[in-house]
Structure formats: structure tokens, C-alpha cells
T-cell receptor
Framework: LAKTTQPISMDSYEGQEVNITCSHN???????ITWYQQFPSQGPRFIIQ???TKVTNEVASLFIPADRKSSTLSLPRVSLSDTAVYYC????????????FGSGTRLLVRP | GAGVSQSPSNKVTEKGKDVELRCDPI?????LYWYRQSLGQGLEFLIY????????KSGLPSDRFSAERTGGSVSTLTIQRTQQEDSAVYLC?????????????FGPGTRLTVL
């Protein structure tokens, strides 16, 4: 069973860069790594996805080292509205049809 | 356009009763997923449909749980003989492509409370 590990919580201040790392030691060769954001009482929302190296979109960057056993979500210049829970998502090595969400990192952005 | 919708938004039931939770995915989305999120916890994967087919049902917590999808669209998650530990938010998501890693669009969830 694939397992992911994330920090339970992180604190930051407005305007700072925040990096959240997820470890996924047993990631399968063909698996992508996806990150989602969740606000209270809402379903998660897709942020970014990657396979290796670096991916950047308009809201975040994703860094994946060559061994792909971890990934780091980078949020540049966070604002109060970035306060949310962030999850990494990988596949379950035991099944081609199952997915594993990380336990989530609760990010609090302070003024 | 319309997003993923789920009904009911809230369901309170008594222990031992059966419940049905409904998910309407985004039109044209081939893949559909069910998750469970207990209070303050992360998301627990339950099942994944490619079209009407669920190739692996082992993520369902027990044989009291079942799910079906008809016409490649609406899906129903049924919980029989509900227990208090079934209380959680049940989230549904859909994605355009069949591959499981494609971007998922989540519904607002159904909050189930078993008394």
C-alpha cells in the first residue's frame, strides 16, 4: 500500500513563499503526483500535477527530485486566502485503480 | 457550466437504516470517484468508475457499502445497516479522461450523520 507523509500544519505570513513537502517512498513508475487545496466545507480543488523535475502554473510550482520519492509544492507570496488544507495525491501501488491522498497539511497564513 | 452535484447535502439517519447518496458528475466526464472524509481527517478513497465499470471495489470499507453507475453518468453510493462510524462527509469527483490521475472536479459532498 502506497503511503504518503506530509507535515500536519504550517504557519506563514502574507507575502512569504511557502513550501510543503510530501514524501511518497513507494510511488509507482507511471504515477503522477497531484496536489489539491481544500477550504472548509468544500471539496478539494486541483492545484498542480507533475511527473518529474519542475512544473509551474499560474498559482504554484511543483518540484520533484529525480528519485520521485518526494515532491514539494511551492506557493509564492501567499495571501490570507491561501489558508487551507493541502493534499498530495499518488496512486496505490497495489492497485491500478486506487488513489491515496496524503493526510493533508493545514496552512495558516497570518497578516 | 454546471459542476459536480451531490444529493442530499445533509443526511441524518438512525443506526441500522440504509442510505443512498447520489452524485451527478460533470457532463461528458468519463471517470467518477467516491471518497469519505471523517471530521478533521484526510480523504479516504472508496471507489473509482471508468464509465459504468468499477474495476476494483476493495477500497469500500465493508460489504455494507456498494456503488453503481448507470449510463456513464449518475452514480449512487449505498450504505446498508448504517453504523455510527459511517458518519462522515462523502465526496464525489469526476474527471474528463479515464486515467485516474487526471484533474478531478469535486462536488460539495454529502454530510452523513448516523445517530
Amino acid at each position: 500500500l502506497a503511503k504518503t507523509t506530509q507535515p500536519i500544519s504550517m504557519d506563514s505570513y502574507e507575502g512569504q513563499e511557502v513550501n510543503i513537502t510530501c514524501s511518497h517512498n513507494n510511488i509507482a513508475t507511471n504515477d503522477y503526483i497531484t496536489w489539491y487545496q481544500q477550504f472548509p466545507s468544500q471539496g478539494p480543488r486541483f492545484i498542480i500535477q507533475g511527473y518529474k523535475t519542475k512544473v509551474t502554473n499560474e498559482v504554484a510550482s511543483l518540484f520533484i527530485p529525480a528519485d520521485r520519492k518526494s515532491s514539494t509544492l511551492s506557493l509564492p507570496r501567499v495571501s490570507l486566502s491561501d489558508t487551507a488544507v493541502y493534499y498530495c495525491l499518488v496512486g496505490d501501488m497495489d492497485s491500478s485503480y486506487k488513489l491515496i491522498f496524503g493526510s493533508g497539511t493545514r496552512l495558516l497564513v497570518r497578516p | 457550466g454546471a459542476g459536480v452535484s451531490q444529493s442530499p447535502s445533509n443526511k441524518v439517519t438512525e443506526k441500522g437504516k440504509d442510505v443512498e447518496l447520489r452524485c451527478d458528475p460533470i457532463s461528458g466526464h468519463t471517470a467518477l470517484y467516491w471518497y469519505r472524509q471523517s471530521l478533521g481527517q484526510g480523504l479516504e478513497f472508496l471507489i473509482y468508475f471508468q464509465g459504468n465499470s468499477a474495476p476494483d471495489k476493495s477500497g469500500l470499507p465493508s460489504d455494507r457499502f456498494s456503488a453503481e453507475r448507470t449510463g456513464g453518468s449518475v452514480s449512487t453510493l449505498t450504505i446498508q445497516r448504517t453504523q455510527q462510524e459511517d458518519s462522515a462527509v462523502y465526496l464525489c469527483a469526476s474527471s474528463f479522461y479515464r486515467e485516474r490521475f487526471n484533474e478531478q472536479f469535486f462536488g460539495p459532498g454529502t454530510r452523513l450523520t448516523v445517530l
